[in-house]
């Protein structure tokens, strides 16, 4: 018994150092900076499609069979390079036809000019009669159209031969072949062979909602020019700068939507149709707050930051996140100009917390990433 009454005092002395130390324990330290507004770059990021500045169909104009591919699928091919030859020898034949009718015709037209120069003698001394002169001259003048006609029906056969070489009509990218030698194409809309694509320069087609485009428009002020630039997908690329295009006066009654067009040089060739790709579309700039990317505590439920307040403790402060600039976050709303908040030590912290502060500096780091 004198045992336990001896023990007693000395855990209830141990106990109250313990919680002496706990008192004395110094706050956590954490590190602050000071946000203040600056200019940040006003933009919107959309999914875009590359399209082909220029994409040719290439179909036959003539019936027959393939002879030949003359070009190596997926090469560049100069305007007007053979591609496809299709057997020529029916439309040679056309052609000779047609050469040999026009030659009758320009006989019978010398033949009926003749008769013309005769009468036009004859008929003065009334050797001949009007009507007969009139008749003659009737006559030439029908030589004169068959002519017309044959010469015609030449050019059409000269082109149907000339057809049976089939030519890119655009320099460009030529796919992959539609068909193969011997087979049997038409001149007809199903008969197409391959396609070229001038990708040299690219268009980027994004669809912005009109409330987005609105939303803009008005954190722009009155409307600067629009700049486009199409983001690399590897993040450690330069952006391509490019020039919008055109921009659509309706708005598609289904998504809502606005098309936007901007040209992108493709010197490389690396962009590709059908491709999808990041288009940021910059108007201006506008005051915002720019905070970095550690001192935001990400959630499904809300994104916050850590407040410093007069007294010292410490207040989780849900915001709005605008878009991501380098190791910056752009803040929409829930922050002030001239607030702290803390970008260090904020883990090991609870709500309403005292804490010491290690170092206060201004938010001026993120002013030089916030145009990028």
Same mark, same amino acid.
């Given at each position: 018994?004198?045992?336990?009454?001896?023990i007693g005092p000395l855990?209830?002395?141990?106990?109250?150092?313990?919680?002496?130390?706990?008192?004395?324990?110094?706050?956590?330290?954490?590190?602050v900076v000071t946000v203040?507004?600056?200019?940040?770059?006003?933009?919107?990021?959309?999914?875009?499609?590359?399209?082909?500045?220029?994409?040719?169909?290439?179909?036959?104009?003539?019936?027959?069979?393939?002879?030949?591919?003359?070009?190596?699928?997926?090469?560049?091919?100069?305007?007007?390079?053979?591609?496809?030859?299709?057997?020529?020898?029916?439309?040679?034949?056309?052609?000779?036809?047609?050469?040999?009718?026009?030659?009758?015709?320009?006989?019978?037209?010398?033949?009926?000019?003749?008769?013309?120069?005769?009468?036009?003698?004859?008929?003065?001394?009334?050797?001949?009669?009007?009507?007969?002169?009139?008749?003659?001259?009737?006559?030439?003048?029908?030589?004169?159209?068959? +002519?017309?006609?044959?010469?015609?029906?030449?050019?059409?056969?000269?082109l149907q031969l000339e057809?049976?070489?089939?030519?890119?009509?655009?320099?460009?990218?030529?796919?992959?072949?539609?068909?193969?030698?011997?087979?049997?194409?038409?001149?007809?809309?199903?008969?197409?062979?391959?396609?070229?694509?001038?990708?040299?320069?690219?268009?980027?087609?994004?669809?912005?909602?009109?409330?987005?485009?609105?939303?803009?428009?008005?954190?722009?002020?009155?409307?600067?020019?629009?700049?486009?630039?199409?983001?690399?997908?590897?993040?450690?690329?330069?952006?391509?700068?490019?020039?919008?295009?055109?921009?659509?006066?309706?708005?598609?009654?289904?998504?809502?939507?606005?098309?936007?067009?901007?040209?992108?040089?493709?010197?490389?060739?690396?962009?590709?149709?059908?491709?999808?790709?990041?288009?940021?579309?910059?108007?201006?700039?506008?005051?915002?707050?720019?905070?970095?990317?550690?001192?935001?505590?990400?959630?499904?439920?809300?994104?916050?930051?850590?407040?410093?307040?007069?007294?010292?403790?410490?207040?989780?402060?849900? +915001?709005?996140?605008?878009?991501?600039?380098?190791?910056?976050?752009?803040?929409?709303?829930?922050?002030?100009?001239?607030?702290?908040?803390?970008?260090?030590?904020?883990?090991?912290?609870?709500?309403?917390?005292? +804490?010491?502060?290690?170092?206060?500096?201004?938010?001026?780091?993120?002013?030089?990433?916030?145009?990028?």
């Amino acid at each position: 018994m004198r045992g336990f009454l001896f023990i007693g005092p000395l855990l209830a002395l141990a106990a109250c150092d313990m919680a002496r130390q706990r008192q004395e324990a110094p706050p956590p330290l954490v590190r602050v900076v000071t946000v203040q507004a600056q200019p940040v770059s006003n933009v919107i990021d959309l999914p875009g499609r590359i399209q082909a500045v220029r994409s040719a169909e290439i179909r036959a104009r003539i019936d027959g069979i393939v002879e030949q591919r003359l070009y190596r699928e997926g090469a560049d091919v100069p305007a007007g390079a053979p591609l496809f030859r299709i057997d020529p020898r029916d439309a040679t034949a056309q052609l000779v036809q047609a050469q040999a009718g026009l030659r009758r015709a320009e006989a019978r037209r010398i033949n009926a000019e003749r008769v013309v120069r005769r009468y036009g003698v004859l008929v003065s001394d009334n050797s001949v009669s009007a009507q007969d002169f009139d008749q003659a001259q009737a006559v030439l003048r029908q030589a004169d159209a068959e +002519v017309a006609e044959a010469r015609a029906a030449a050019t059409r056969a000269r082109l149907q031969l000339e057809y049976a070489t089939v030519r890119s009509p655009i320099a460009g990218r030529a796919g992959i072949a539609q068909v193969t030698e011997g087979a049997f194409v038409t001149a007809s809309p199903n008969s197409l062979l391959t396609t070229v694509e001038d990708i040299s320069t690219v268009y980027a087609l994004v669809s912005p909602s009109r409330s987005a485009v609105l939303d803009l428009l008005q954190r722009a002020g009155n409307a600067p020019p629009v700049e486009v630039a199409l983001l690399p997908e590897d993040g450690r690329a330069v952006a391509i700068a490019g020039r919008l295009d055109f921009t659509s006066p309706t708005v598609d009654a289904e998504t809502g939507g606005q098309v936007f067009r901007a040209a992108f040089p493709n010197p490389a060739r690396q962009l590709l149709p059908g491709q999808f790709v990041r288009v940021r579309l910059q108007m201006g700039a506008a005051a915002g707050i720019v905070v970095p990317a550690r001192a935001v505590q990400l959630s499904e439920q809300a994104s916050t930051v850590s407040v410093l307040q007069r007294d010292g403790t410490l207040a989780l402060r849900p +915001v709005e996140l605008g878009r991501q600039s380098g190791e910056d976050w752009i803040i929409l709303n829930g922050l002030r100009p001239g607030e702290r908040i803390v970008i260090e030590g904020w883990q090991n912290v609870r709500p309403g917390q005292k +804490v010491r502060v290690a170092g206060d500096k201004v938010s001026e780091a993120g002013t030089a990433r916030a145009g990028r």
